[in-house]
C-alpha cells in the first residue's frame, strides 16, 4: 500500500534561517507531488506542484523554492525565512490519472 | 487551467439538520471530483468522490451529485453531528491538464451545534 512521509510534525524557526521540509512517498511510482500552505482557519494555498523528476511548477510566488531530486522525494526549502513564511505545510501526491489525493501529517512551521 | 469554486466558506448548523456545500468548476474535461474533511490540526481525508459518468453516490449520511452539464457538485451531509465539524474541501481534476492535478476548492467551515 502506498503511504506518505512528512517530516518534522513541528518547527520553530528563527527569522533569516533556513528551511528543508522533506516529503517521501512509498508503494508507487510517477506520482503528483504537491507543496500546500495552510494559514490557520484558512484554505489550502498550492505552492508547488510535480509531475516529474525536476519538474516543479511555482503557483505563487514568494520566498520559498522546491526539488524533486528522486521520483517519490520532494522537499521545500527556503534560504531566509520571513515571519510571513508561518503556516501549516502540507505535503501530498496523487497519481497521473485524475484520482485521491493522499496528504502527509503536515509540518506547523512557526517563524519567530 | 481548472478553477474551482466552493460555497459558502462558513456553515453552521443545528445537530440533526442537512447540510450541503456546492462547488462549481470551469474545466469541461475535469472528470474526478473527490471531497476531503480536515479536522483541526489534521491533514485533509478523503470521505467521499464521484467520477463523471454518475449523477450521485451516497455513502450512508454523506452524499455528492454531480450536474456535468451546468459544471457543479455537492455534497450533502444527512442528520448531522457535532464530530461533522471541520473544513470541508471540494477538488477537481482532469485527465487532460498537469497529469490529472488536483485543484482544490477554498473550504468550507462546518459548525454542528449541539
Known amino acids: 500500500s502506498q503511504t506518505i512521509h512528512q517530516w518534522p510534525a513541528t518547527l520553530v524557526q528563527p527569522v533569516g534561517s533556513p528551511l528543508s521540509l522533506e516529503c517521501t512517498v512509498e508503494g508507487t511510482s510517477n506520482p503528483n507531488l504537491y507543496w500546500y500552505r495552510q494559514a490557520a482557519g484558512r484554505g489550502l494555498q498550492l505552492l508547488f506542484y510535480s509531475i516529474g523528476i525536476d519538474q516543479i511548477s511555482s503557483e505563487v510566488p514568494q520566498n520559498l523554492s522546491a526539488s524533486r531530486p528522486q521520483d517519490r522525494q520532494f522537499i521545500l526549502s527556503s534560504k531566509k525565512l520571513l515571519l510571513s513564511d508561518s503556516g501549516f505545510y502540507l505535503c501530498?501526491?496523487?497519481?497521473?490519472?485524475?484520482?485521491?489525493?493522499?496528504f502527509g501529517q503536515g509540518t506547523r512551521l512557526t517563524v519567530v | 487551467g481548472e478553477n474551482v469554486e466552493q460555497h459558502p466558506s462558513t456553515l453552521s448548523v443545528q445537530e440533526g439538520d442537512s447540510a450541503v456545500i456546492k462547488c462549481t468548476y470551469s474545466d469541461s474535461a475535469s472528470n474526478y471530483f473527490p471531497w476531503y474533511k480536515q479536522e483541526l490540526g489534521k491533514r485533509p481525508q478523503l470521505i467521499i468522490d464521484i467520477r463523471s459518468n454518475v449523477g450521485e453516490k451516497k455513502d450512508q449520511r454523506i452524499a455528492v451529485t454531480l450536474n456535468k452539464t451546468a459544471k457543479h457538485f455537492s455534497l450533502h451531509i444527512t442528520e448531522t453531528q457535532p464530530e461533522d465539524s471541520a473544513v470541508y474541501f471540494c477538488a477537481a481534476s482532469s485527465p487532460n491538464t498537469n497529469a490529472g492535478k488536483s485543484t482544490f476548492g477554498d473550504g468550507t467551515t462546518l459548525t454542528v451545534k449541539p
Open positions: 501530498a501526491w496523487s497519481p497521473r490519472t485524475p484520482g485521491e489525493a493522499f
